[in-house]
Each structure stands twice: as C-alpha cells, then as structure tokens.
C-alpha cells in the first residue's frame, strides 16, 4: 500500500490492466481466456475514524464484497478529494480489505486540512481491481465519504516556563512561549528566550500550557529522551547546562514533532542608544549579529552614550578615550561620548572589543540591474512616521542593493527579511511601480519591504480647532485608500494629506456631525462633534469620514478575573490615556467603552487591535496609552 500521485500513480496502479474496461458489473474480454465476470460493493466505516486511537500500521476505510465463482484476488484504488476548489485529489492504494496505510491517510487528511485534530469529511472515488486467471477486472464503485481526525496532540496559544528561574511557581506567567501569533497546528513552533541564571548554574523547568496555570501539573510537557518530550507531564524534568559564557538560552519546542532544542546566546539581540537627539529620553535600538557586533543608522545631535536595557540605565557603556567618531567603552566610563552634529550615522558597537564608531550617512539609495545598469543610485527618503527609508520607484525585474553615500564601502544585501553588510544581491522578480522600505534601526534584523504601488499615501492627516488649527495629527493607513487613528475633538476639523502645509486639503459637502462625504474642491470645515476622544475613519475612495466616540478606555485582564474594568483617564495635555495603579500583575488588555469590539495588545511598543495579551509583574505602575502617537499605538509604562 502506498500513497499514488495523480494521473501518474493511476496509469502504474493498472498497468496489469487490459486497455478497454467496462462499467463495474460489465464485463472486460480478452482472447485468451473466457469472458469473467465480477460483482463487488463496498460498504464504507461508519463513524469518525480516529487515527490517534488507530492500532496498528493501517485503517481499514470499507469492507469489500467480492462475488466469483472462481478463486480471485482484489485490491482498490481510492481518489480522496476534499470538496474544495483548488485542491488537487490524491490517490491511495486499498488493500483487499479495504485498508490504506495510517500514515499516508494521515498525509492526505494534513495535507487538505491541516493538522488540528477534529473531524474531517474525505470524499472517495473507489475502483475495484480483480485479477482472475490473468484477467484484470475493473469495477467503478462510484463515490461515497468517510469521517477522519487526525493523529495530533492538544497544541494550546502559549505555554509557561515553570521551574527554577521562577521558584516553580505554576500561577506565573512571566516566561511566556508562542509562536508568531497564526494557527499552531500551521505554525507548530514555539520560541522563548530566558534569562541565564547570575550565579551559572543549570536551568530546570517544565512548560505548563495556559490551561494549566494555577496549579495544574497534568497538563505540562516533560522531557523525553534526545530532544523529545513528552505531554500529559509524563517524564522528567527538562534540563539546559549552563554555559558560561551564555547571557540568554533560547528555547524552541515542535509542538508537533515533540522535540525541544535550548541555544546558549552570548550577547543580547538589542543594545540601545540614548542622547540628546531625544532629551534623553527616547532609546534608539542596535541590532546585533550574535557575535557582540551591533549597528543601526540613526538619527544623532548632540552627545549619547550605549545601554544594554531599554528600559533603565543598569550597565550602561561611556566614553573612556575617544572622539565624536569613535573610541572605547566601559561600565565604568565616565563621560558621554563628545557631541555629533544634527544628522543620520551609521553607528558601529563591538562589545567584545569595547568600541564605538560613527559614520555619517549623506544619502542612501537603491543600485542595481532594476534600474538598467549598477550606475545609477535610487535615493531614498526617510519616512519619519515609520522610522525607515523609503523610495517610491518604477523598477524592472533583476537585482539590486542598498549602499549609503553612492559608495560600496557601506552596502547592505542578503534576504527581505535579514539584510547584512556585503550581502547577496536581492532580487526583484517582476516589473513595475514599488514601494520600498529599508528598515536600518528599530527592535528587528536589519530588513526591507519590497511592495507594488498602489498610489495611496502612507499617512493622512486631521487638523482642526483642538489643536488651534496647528497641530497635525496622524491617520495611519492600511494600503487601500482606508485610514484610522484615535484623537481628541473639539469643534471643526479637516484632512489634509500633508502635515507641514494645506495643499489639497479635503473639506465637507455633506453629512451630519459624526459622518459625511468630502470634496478636495474647497468647501466648509466638518462639522463640531462635540468635545470628546474619537475613532476617525477617512476613506479616499469614497471620500467620505465617519467618527465613533470612545466613552472609556480601560485595562482588563487576570489581576481581576478578566471580569472587570479598570478606568483609564485622558490627559488632553499629553494626548494620552492613563491610570497608576498597584493592582494590576500577569496578563492584561486595553479596550474602549467596556466592549471587546475595539481592544489592543501585542507588545507595549507596538499596540494592534486584537493582539496578544501583554504581561507584567506585580508592582505598582503609572499606565500611559498613546493610541496613534505618530502612527504607532504604544503604551509607556513607568514604575512609581
């Protein structure tokens, strides 16, 4: 028994056959022999058929009848389809018995519908096949269906570190494991980075699934034998060896494969950049490539000094000899490093040698055969609202790269998604009109975007008398023509497509006070919704608005049960929501008007509606929520 492609498969599957059949009862003749003739039916597994509870290496799918006079053998061949457009039908060989191989049925159910492990209708096509004193007899048995669920075990949204990095306290959330957020049963790899213990020695746990938090053991994974491990807390303990040299361990687990691997990580992925460019008070991250090397280009003006942590000042680098353009670090420096003029640096950090080096940055561009020849540089632009470098560019397919100051001394290639000095050639595989965004500093690898140009800005914007007709404020957009943000009203407003001037600003035409249609041929201001936080909605297509008032924005989550709403306050001043409070620990949301309709989570950094549960230890804290803060919805969070 084995799994046969299609068309292929069924040629070699009756190769014993003559070239003419006849319908199931007919009668197939060949010159040598006297004509047989052969009735078979089938009748088909009632029920759902579990491959998880499936002894043995096959199934059996139907019982076969088989009426002869003289002694004969069978098999059959069955052509799973799934009912769906657009998936190809696989063909299984049966076995006198109505039997195909577990593994390959398996394969077909997967390969249809994935893995989760739920009930899933297969439609056959059966053929008979009777070879009877050297005739083959083909019998067409027609088409019936079969239930099956997939071997697979439980997979859950995330699952908790539980062991001697937390006192194996099984309510604690602080070690969280996911994977990027789709289907675990299409993404069954879950990935956590931990902390290395301080005094070196080894790390114990095992991993509680989130319905196991709160003092369920049964549920947990344990350790099973080469990488494996085990559900339902059968086995040990699993074990990472310290490594001396380790500040981190990456854990990754297959929730499919039941494997489990632990890296030992020297250096943190992030180092970060402070300075005066921000008062001091907004960190710039510095990717680093696992070897303690780091680099970003950013935006400098004045002096600055390195961190290891975003969020405090703990083991922070300064100057011990040096000038503006570079020099040598220490923990125990004393100085910041000297002041830069106002502009973009490619800055350098080796931490195993404990230096820094700047390069300014006049210009980066776009080289390559998408323009023609590698003659001529594409300049980019820096989108200040996505923190990144942008051109808008008619490009044709081939190759290219991105390089700073039109020279090759600083160029970067590789991949999309991991951009790196002296890379490979990126290609560009059709012609066309592109977006392209290099990403050169932010919490991620060194990375591009590479899209088609739809003609749609990136941002609008909402001005009006809240502002004093003065302040801009930002809606971002989502590549269609549709843009949202959340702001405070009060009195008339417009949208402009620029922040720093008025051309081709769109007015009303008609409408009532939160919704109406737009004209860019002049025309009045939108009416005064009155004072209050809104939704804004701006649709170009249809040239139309519409605003939905925000009563409330709150935090819930496991610090009350999820039952309950903890009041957030808007600060018209700051242009935020906030609250301090000590009651808040574990999991937790943010929401507007007490309702799941609009919520926002993910990471602190970057808020998306829907997104993941944040997560935080106990303490006491003053929230501040900016929702569209320069395109970007964040929360700020400070220890009081």
């Known amino acids: 028994m084995k799994k046969i492609l299609l068309f292929a498969g069924i040629a070699l599957f009756a190769a014993s056959c003559t070239d003419d059949y006849t319908d199931w009862a007919g009668l197939q003749r060949n010159a040598a022999e006297e004509a047989k003739t052969v009735n078979v039916s089938i009748n088909t597994v009632a029920g759902d058929i579990d491959l998880a509870s499936q002894e043995g290496d096959s199934v059996k799918l139907f019982t076969p009848t088989v009426t002869i006079s003289d002694e004969a053998t069978s098999n059959y061949m069955v052509l799973f389809s799934s009912g769906e457009e657009g998936i190809e039908p696989v063909a299984l060989e049966a076995d006198s018995e109505g039997r195909v191989l577990k593994s390959d049925l398996q394969d077909v159910v997967v390969d249809f519908f994935g893995a989760r492990p739920v009930a899933r209708t297969l439609i056959m096509d059966v053929t008979g096949y009777t070879l009877v004193k050297g005739q083959s007899i083909r019998n067409k048995l027609g088409q019936a269906s079969v239930s099956v669920i997939p071997e697979a075990p439980e997979i859950e949204a995330a699952y908790y570190l539980t062991g001697t990095l937390n006192g194996w306290d099984n309510t604690d959330t602080t070690y969280k494991m996911t994977n990027d957020g789709s289907?675990?049963?299409?993404?069954?790899?879950?990935?956590?980075?931990?902390?290395?213990?301080?005094?070196?020695?080894?790390?114990?746990?095992?991993?509680?699934?989130?319905?196991?938090?709160?003092?369920?053991?049964?549920?947990?994974?344990?350790?099973?034998?080469e990488g494996k491990f085990n559900y339902n807390n059968e086995g040990g303990n699993f074990i990472i060896v310290a490594d001396p040299d380790a500040l981190f361990y990456d854990i990754v687990f297959n929730m499919l494969d039941q494997t489990w691997s632990a890296t030992p990580v020297g250096f943190n992925e992030f180092i970060y950049e402070i300075g005066n460019e921000s008062g001091w008070s907004e960190p710039q991250a510095l990717y680093g490539n696992g070897t303690g090397q780091y680099s970003a280009v950013l935006h400098l003006d004045g002096e600055f000094k390195f961190k290891p942590n975003k969020d405090d000042w703990n083991g922070d680098w300064e100057k011990v000899s040096g000038n503006a353009t570079g020099g040598t670090l220490s923990p125990d420096g004393s100085?910041?490093?000297?002041?830069?003029?106002?502009?973009?640096?490619?800055?350098?950090?080796?931490?195993?040698?404990?230096?820094?080096?700047?390069?300014?940055?006049?210009?980066?561009?776009?080289?390559?055969?998408?323009?023609?020849?590698?003659?001529t540089d594409v300049e980019m632009t820096y989108n200040e609202n996505l923190k990144c470098w942008e051109a808008r560019e008619t490009l044709s397919a081939g190759e290219f790269k991105f390089r700073a100051n039109h020279d090759w001394g600083i160029n970067w290639g590789g991949t999309f998604d991991q951009l790196a000095q002296d890379g490979a050639n990126l290609q560009l595989a059709a012609d066309g009109p592109y977006v392209i965004r290099l990403y050169l500093s932010g919490e991620a690898a060194h990375h591009c975007t590479v899209k088609e140009d739809n003609g749609y800005p990136d941002f609008f914007y909402e001005i009006g008398n809240e502002g004093a007709w003065s302040t801009s404020h930002v809606l971002a957009g989502?590549?269609?023509?549709?843009?949202?943000?959340?702001?405070?009203?009060?009195?008339?407003?417009?949208?402009?497509?620029?922040?720093?001037?008025?051309?081709?600003?769109?007015?009303?035409?008609?409408?009532?006070?939160?919704?109406?249609?737009?004209?860019?041929?002049?025309?009045?201001?939108?009416?005064?919704?009155?004072?209050?936080?809104?939704?804004?909605?701006?649709?170009?297509?249809?040239?139309?608005?519409?605003?939905?008032?925000?009563?409330?924005?709150?935090?819930?989550?496991?610090?009350n049960d999820w039952g309950g709403d903890l009041e957030m306050a808007y600060n018209v001043a700051d242009g935020c929501w906030e609250v301090t409070t000590d009651a808040v620990q574990g999991e937790y949301k943010f929401r507007a008007n007490h309702d799941w309709g609009i919520n926002w989570g993910g990471s602190k950094d970057d808020l998306t509606p829907d997104g993941a549960n944040l997560n935080i230890a106990a303490g006491t804290y003053k929230f501040q929520l900016y929702l569209s803060f320069t395109g970007n919805n964040k929360v700020v969070i400070t220890k009081q």
């Open 183 to 225: 289907d675990p049963y299409e993404n069954p790899v879950f990935k956590l980075r931990i902390p290395a213990p301080e005094d070196g020695s080894n790390v114990e746990f095992k991993m509680t699934p989130e319905s196991g938090i709160g003092g369920d053991w049964s549920k947990c994974l344990g350790a099973g034998e």
């Open 335 to 375: 100085s910041n490093m000297d002041g830069v003029a106002d502009g973009f640096y490619l800055v350098q950090v080796d931490l195993k040698e404990m230096t820094y080096k700047l390069t300014p940055i006049t210009s980066i561009s776009i080289i390559g055969s998408v323009r023609g020849a590698w003659d």
């Open 478 to 559: 989502n590549g269609n023509g549709q843009f949202q943000g959340y702001y405070y009203l009060d009195g008339e407003f417009k949208f402009k497509p620029n922040a720093d001037n008025w051309d081709n600003d769109l007015e009303y035409v008609d409408g009532n006070a939160t919704s109406g249609s737009l004209t860019d041929g002049g025309g009045p201001n939108c009416p005064d919704p009155g004072a209050g936080f809104y939704q804004i909605n701006l649709n170009l297509d249809a040239m139309s608005y519409s605003l939905l008032k925000i009563e409330s924005v709150s935090m819930i989550g496991g610090f």
